[in-house]
């Protein structure tokens, strides 16, 4: 180990397990007397159960358990995020195509899908909402009428759903005077822009292994949400927290999908029916049904003066929230919150909805109400741009934020130099340079409350007497690199070789509280913990030593695994055998990270700001409408990059992701039956989508309140791709669209309604 | 909840599972992928490995890795406890009859140990050392004449083996004048006793799942040592302690013999060299060649004044340690040192011998080096009362060690009231009442001390936010009970209900170190760490509570899961949800144990003395030599009784366990072969064994240094049976038997040659 540990690229913990193909996901365990669960789903998107008749399939051989919602009465069997509104099987009625109706436990897979073929489920079907517009029609069927149970977050336990109206979640935010603001503007610009649902598609599908014995219940499985499973589960069956343990295995992508895992409460009252462990695992059809991110409609309205300068803004915000609640309040929230983007604009005033249809349900997807307000705001921009006959870039730096600016009142003040990653990323795309005929380039910036609301994470780290030291942490690893991270901080404090230092993954049961692995809040938040509980460990060594050697404790320095001082020398191991009297042990420290005070008008102050910014250039092939992205680069602050290649390889992530949303994803419904919802029919960014050129540039600003001025990334590059190609398809073509994703066919119509022309003005120059 | 937690007899945590046959042990354990191992062991006692011959076996379909000694270069490949002196498999040459020689994986158990069949091991026999008369003859082959290499145990760091007298530790132990009370005394009594090697017989045989893959060792085996065999596997491999992870499931008897479990380093091996989790499960005949309680034989003098006065004690202690180290040496140093008895002996000359052989490795059997010494000095108690034409009660109360009072110099003074304790039991047992004819009675007295040497447990306890809590701790549930109390510990120091309390089981990938589950230290040593660490959780309570309800931290009091003060009330929940700002969270103590300060001539003093007391009331049937057992009351001292349920049972079961080696179990070898290895051919006592009567008796007598007052109990029941059972057969016949066991032919024998003759002078009248 040579030079400092913070700032080294080190490889992941979990890399030489995956690449080998020994990680052991969800799918790869068993236990012992496991039986198998499946799950027959509603055909219908809405519908009223008549009966259900069970009879057949619990007399069919090798069949040891069929549940369904009436067979759950003596527990409390509703579940989800925000708002505990879904049952675990439907209870009466169903609210989309897919709902789990009951559910079997079997010797093995094949006898418990032959035995789901023995169930008769009788519907009667009522009409289907398909959509927003649908669901807010005077006369709709109303899909929710009875009041929220309770909610797992404090930050939403004020939602009050307006029950008659199939409104999930509404959200307003004003400030200023936004009328004489308007008023007073020299031009208003008055946009609306759409995107569709889309799946997160990871590789793994979702599926739990769950043990109910006696007073306890074990459940393995894939989910960021170890604590919030936990609580959802005690609740449901009125245990104590400490009997309820949740154990995070490797997991196969997330990005927002695997929150409160449903196999889970599936599985669990299979188990406690059967006396044995049960596993159910869903297929990745059914994992398409199970979750999404809403579909959305913004009109974002602009009041702005002739010189630039923005002045006011308005939105009206419409989120296809699906058929639960889920996450779609908060969603809704942090959509209208975040509408104004990283620009100063004094006077506001948004609403935003979150709409019930008998559609999937959608929560948490990567950057979570972000990319839908971004397309929207960052779009704008550049039509602001061209109608003023403005560079983008110049109108994106007259208006950005300033570090130490205040956002909004009562939230965190802005800690990125904003105009600094604009030049910065302006420079590397060549936005100055002249261009190739034809080639079009797009900028979008976006800013992010970071870190998650009202956030708080725990950590232990235990010193072994051998100078080795294990950090007990309870964020899943999925695919983020957060193991190798935190064990780098903990290295650090303790000045370790980081490969003497182990990060457990998440067990409820042992690990300590972490409240969930998402908002990119892992690095900084729960590595303020583990930052914490190590100094304590340090603390505790500096005093032994200090007395052993006969000096201050802050004489004693920390040095490769000992201390230092006075010219003499104790390694961690004499250190630990000292203190316990050469009988063994090991020194323990914990540390806390509890939400930062104050209160914005979400309710809490954020963590930190992420940004992200990305720049595009194009070409776009005016027979076919297909674009071609040759150059993208992203930029992200991660205040302080503890793993360099970790930050880079999270943003690189997220806009190749982002490429998806912008080109070619949707979850397309007919009559409210998912059509593609299969790895097949969905078409998700491929290697051979990757430009030719891809990078990503680190702005280390420092300004977070992680570990060294640490701060999240890995959402902030998602956000930014699909403005900033539509913005580089405009600069090529002249052609704005409004609509994602970025299809051929739909940029092929737009270019032929439009006719061909050269650049339009306002376009880049 | 009512009442006090301390004081209550709650079940154990571990009964239902028990009961219900739901709990899994070592055997019940799968793992992905996991293939069988199987262990060739040596038909020779001593012998030269000429050759091994892998090849078939290899070639073996199914078969997964071959391993001999040979193959062992690249790791250390020796392990032990006290020394590193046992290879994993043999190295050139074989030292008992059952050691390891080759192990092989395959894909099942059949194909495993088909392939052993095809393993050609050549021998060249060597002498065999029976037993320690052949080991200390002069011209005896040597069995180890290498250096030892280093050790787990630090209070045994100064073993020096006389490696040409096959002496694998010499212990001294020499205080005041020996020879001048000796020369000084009325009278000298010197008596021989002797006793087998026996086998603990655990229901569960010995057996590990090892997952050896990169940098990381994990092992699930039902171990009382956890950390000491991370230790032993880290050094073996090479790898940090935070890289070896043991996890210890439900263990199926322990009583010593589940230290360092020798399939855990074969599974290790095996596994590396795989790729695969491999379980080693020996055979209950492997286990009865693994480990065995010492055969040995006592000499004790005693310089006695006329009326009573014990003034010197000189011993002559030889045990067979058989082939390995394992904990020989450190049980001839507690025999050693444990001599003097429960008595005032002002001049003392020990010497205490643990002696190399061919036979199976003696380690720790419960209440190690104390039942060997015991059933000498007590018997000689006996025969001293019967010489002086005393009461053995009256001698016993004229020289016990009053409360307070040294037992030697360095060390801990006695923390029990013997006298009380024996007036208790003699009251209990009906001692000065008149008998049936031919009745005996018989009573002993035993003391060591307890929570072994040099001693140190950590833990850590997780207040959840739902007011549920978690100790993490790592002392092995072997049927002790130990989870239930240290929950108890915790709910009674943060006012919660006990079954809000979860204790883990030991996984040192996640749970904080403890030395090892033994010398009945866990209620009291690692339960003060439990207590401790609960006590800084109560701290934050009341600190966060004061501060809420405007208060000092001190006006709070913690009370049904809550605090209350100034006729206010918050509960842990609101507490915890307070201190995280409504984000949810939990709050984090850890606690230390640490061996106390001093040195005995053990090397460090004691942490508590451990009392058993003993009373024996018999018939014999002068015919067969059978003895009957009418009435068995033993007394312990736990303190402070945490669960009085428990530590009765904990009595009763080590009476029980104590008939065995009294009345029946021997292993019997010949010519190095053990003959009865197995539990058809071996004799362990039945429940048709107990006596009418058998009560178990408790002082609460607060002198532990555990919480309460703890201390430990559950070696001491074990330790007085074969005395009292000898002493109550000399009181009824007449007989003094100096051999154990008693069994009907020896005590026939005994009886044959003394001649009919009624209860002697000095026996009880």
């Known amino acids: ?129 398909r959509n927003v517009d649908e669901a807010l029609a005077p006369g709709a069927p109303q899909l929710h009428v009875d009041r929220p149970r309770s909610t797992l977050f404090p930050d939403v336990q004020d939602i009050k759903p307006d029950v008659t109206r199939n409104i999930c979640h509404h959200f307003t935010f004003r400030r200023g005077d936004p009328a004489a603001a308007f008023a007073q503007a020299d031009l208003v610009f008055d946009d609306t822009f759409t995107l569709p649902s889309i799946h997160h598609f990871p590789l793994e599908p979702l599926g739990a292994i769950a043990h109910h014995q006696g007073s306890e219940l074990t459940v393995w499985t894939g989910t960021q949400y170890p604590f919030a499973m936990r609580q959802a589960l005690a609740e449901m069956f009125g245990l104590p927290q400490s009997r309820v343990r949740i154990v995070v295995p490797y997991v196969g992508g997330a990005f ?201 994470s725990t950590a232990i780290v235990r010193l072994h007497q051998d100078g080795s030291a294990t950090v007990l942490a309870s964020s899943a690893e999925i695919g983020q690199g957060v193991q190798s991270v935190l064990g780098q901080i903990a290295a650090a404090e303790l000045a370790l070789d980081p490969a003497r230092v182990t990060v457990t993954a998440p067990d409820t049961g042992v690990t300590p509280f972490d409240q969930r692995t998402n908002a990119s809040r892992a690095t900084s938040l729960l ?89 595009a250039v194009v070409t776009v092939d005016r027979e076919t409408g297909a674009i071609t992205l040759h150059r993208y680069v992203s930029l992200s602050d991660p205040g302080r990059a503890i793993n360099p290649a970790g930050v880079e390889g999270q943003d690189l992530g997220g806009a190749m992701q982002g490429l998806g949303p912008a080109l070619f994803e949707a979850m397309v419904y007919d009559d409210g039956q998912l059509v593609n919802g299969s790895m097949i029919d969905y078409r998700l960014p491929l290697f051979s989508d990757l430009p030719q050129s891809f990078d990503a540039l680190i702005i280390e600003g420092g300004g977070g309140p992680g570990p060294h001025g640490a701060k999240g990334v890995a959402e902030g590059s998602i956000i930014t791709v699909a403005p900033a190609l539509a913005n580089a398809v405009f600069a090529a073509t002249g052609v704005r669209l409004r609509d994602l994703p970025l299809t051929p066919e739909r940029v092929w119509r737009a270019l032929r309604e439009a006719g061909p022309k050269s650049p339009p003005t306002g376009a880049r120059r």
Chains 1, 2 share one sequence.
């Open 527 to 615: 590595g303020h913990a583990v930052q914490e509980a190590a100094a304590r460990v340090a603390e505790q060594i500096r005093a032994i030593a200090g007395e052993a050697l006969g000096v201050s404790a802050e004489a004693c320095r920390l040095e490769s695994g000992g201390v230092t001082a006075n010219g003499q020398r104790l390694t961690f191991g004499q250190i630990i055998q000292r203190f316990f009297r050469d009988a063994g042990g090991e020194l323990i420290g914990h540390g806390y990270q509890r939400p930062a005070t104050g209160l914005n008008a979400l309710g809490a102050t954020a963590s930190f700001w992420e940004i992200g910014l990305g720049a």
């Open 1 to 129: 180990m040579n030079g400092p540990v913070i700032g080294r690229s080190l490889p992941r913990q979990d890399a030489r397990d995956k690449v080998t193909g020994r990680a052991r996901y969800t799918v790869d365990l068993t236990m012992p007397g496991m039986v198998e669960g499946r799950v027959l789903r509603s055909p219908y998107p809405h519908a009223r159960i008549v009966s259900i008749d069970t009879a057949k399939a619990a007399r069919h051989p090798g069949v040891m358990a069929v549940l369904t919602g009436a067979d759950l009465s003596d527990i409390d069997p509703y579940f989800g995020q925000a708002v505990r509104d879904q049952p675990v099987l439907a209870i009466e009625r169903v609210r989309f195509a897919g709902e789990p109706v009951a559910a079997v436990a079997a010797v093995d897979a094949l006898t418990a899908e032959e035995a789901l073929r023995r169930i008769s489920v009788e519907y009667a079907p009522l009409p289907v909402i």
């Open 256 to 456: 927002g999908c695997r929150e409160l895992i449903p196999a889970a409460p599936i599985a669990s009252v299979l188990s406690r029916k059967c006396g044995v462990p049960v596993r159910v695992l869903f297929s990745s059809e059914e994992t398409a049904r199970t979750s999404s991110r809403n579909a959305g409609r913004v009109r974002i309205e602009t009041a702005v003066m002739k010189d630039g300068t923005l002045i006011g803004r308005r939105g009206e915000i419409h989120l296809d929230t699906g058929a639960y609640t889920d996450q779609g309040s908060r969603v809704s929230k942090k959509a209208g919150y975040r509408i104004i983007g990283p620009y100063r604009i004094p006077h506001v005033d948004v609403n935003s909805y979150a709409v019930f249809t008998n559609t999937v349900s959608a929560g948490s997807y990567r950057g979570f109400g972000t990319p839908e307000v971004c397309w929207a705001y960052e779009s704008q921009m550049d039509i602001i741009a061209a109608r003023l006959g403005m560079d983008p870039f110049e109108l994106r730096m007259k208006n950005l934020l300033k570090r130490d600016e205040e956002y909004a009142q009562g939230d965190r003040p802005i800690d990125s130099d904003l105009d600094q990653a604009l030049e910065m990323i302006a420079k590397e795309v060549g936005w100055h340079a002249t261009r190739e005929s034809g080639e079009g380039a797009g900028l979008a910036c976006a800013i992010k409350d970071g870190g998650g609301t009202r956030t708080s």
